[in-house]
């Protein structure tokens, strides 16, 4: 099984709707991250939990939210999906260290009408 | 501010071809530097490491990469190259929470370069 898994795989919606992807990991790692890959962009982190009681904003928080309802599961809410929201959103976790290595899930393709 | 720079976005090598995937970054210590790969459809899987010791890093593969610290950059090699390698390869920089800590806060990514491998 995957360690980190995310639901769900693909994802098409319209504009004004809210959606929530979701991301679980068994690797036990205290850290968990969302980010957003556009193409010809790299990744841009959304969020970043150090903890469940430690959330912080990344660099492109605007119209995006996070719940942290558990060590091993980090939710990304669009509250009110814009099209130009459409991109491959990628979840990673991290355990705590020096140069720890962070892993990634397999990503959620999200299209907004 | 950190940044990560990949030059190229775009390379294209023959099949047992060497291959070298340019970054350089920018921040004011030594940082942490990893480089990811990215398969077609796939997420992101690490691909090599450096935080401190040698600075000729092994990686999966059969890929190393070389941080210098004059230059500002930590390419990624490979001496052969396979078709199965074709994919995007990511660079990223790691930045400690405390400035001179040891603990990773977040990466930034660099734009990726993309590689394709003719037979």
């Known amino acids: 099984d995957a360690d980190v898994t995310q639901t769900p795989r693909n994802r098409i919606t319209k504009t004004g709707k809210r959606i929530m992807l979701e991301c679980s990991q068994t690797?036990?790692?205290?850290?968990m991250y969302w980010y957003r890959q556009d193409p010809g962009l790299g990744l841009r982190l959304i969020y970043y939990s150090f903890d469940v009681k430690d959330i912080n904003k990344g660099e492109i928080s605007d119209g995006y939210s996070v719940s942290r309802q558990a060590q091993a599961k980090f939710s990304l809410s669009l509250e009110s999906a814009i099209p130009n929201q459409t991109a491959l959103y990628f979840c990673?976790?991290?355990?705590?260290?020096?140069?720890?290595?962070?892993?990634f899930g397999p990503g959620t393709r999200l299209l907004v009408l | 501010a950190q940044s990560v720079t990949q030059p190229d976005i775009h390379i294209t090598v023959s099949e047992g071809a060497s291959l070298e995937l340019r970054c350089n970054y920018s921040?004011?210590?030594?940082?942490?530097l990893f480089w990811y790969v990215q398969s077609p459809g796939q997420g992101l899987q690490l691909l090599l490491k450096?935080?401190?010791?040698?600075?000729l890093v092994q990686g999966i593969k059969g890929f190393e990469a070389e941080f210098k610290r004059s230059q500002s950059s930590f390419n990624l090699r490979k001496p052969s190259v396979h078709w199965s390698d074709a994919a995007e390869y990511f660079c990223a920089v790691g930045t400690p929470l405390v400035r001179g800590g040891s603990t990773l806060g977040r990466l930034y990514f660099g734009r990726g370069t993309q590689l394709t491998v003719w037979p």
């Open positions: 690797k036990g790692h205290d850290r």
């Open positions: 990673a976790t991290s355990a705590r260290g020096p140069g720890e290595t962070q892993y």
């Open positions: 921040y004011g210590a030594t940082p942490y």
């Open positions: 450096y935080f401190s010791g040698d600075t």
